[in-house]
């Protein structure tokens, strides 16, 4: 993972999740499951410390999940488990600023009934 302080920041965020926003089980291991392919897209990068994450760093993990071919809906998921994420480690005062706010989420398009 990006450092020592990413694994306890993910670790104090699944945590978070579980007791105080109580979520589902399900949703826990979907969150999980995308941040830990974030964090190794992290380490791929040679990302060594959050002050290096911005933007641009996101778009291009965004773009690398759409080079996989992974849904609409997947990737959209992806970027609300970033967002929240993101809004977490703020919270924490891990990252000073949080780069989810300059990402929009994919639109989805909607079947007519």
Do not use: C
């Not at 392919?37 to 992290?42: D, G, N, Q, R, V």
């Not at 911005?54 to 071919?69: A, D, G, H, Q, V």
């Amino acid at each position: 993972m990006v450092d020592k302080i990413s694994s306890e920041a993910f670790e104090n965020y699944l945590v978070y999740l579980k007791v105080e926003r109580i979520l589902s089980q399900n949703t826990i291991k979907n969150y999980s499951h995308d941040i830990k392919e974030y964090l190794a897209f992290l380490e791929k990068e040679k990302i060594s410390d959050w002050s290096e994450v911005n933007r641009y760093t996101i778009l291009s993990f965004l773009e690398k999940l759409r080079k996989e071919n992974k849904s609409p809906q997947t990737i959209s998921r992806y970027t609300s488990s970033l967002r929240q994420f993101h809004q977490f480690l703020v919270r924490e005062n891990i990252m000073g600023e949080d780069p989810m706010q300059y990402v929009d989420s994919p639109k989805l398009s909607r079947k007519l009934p």
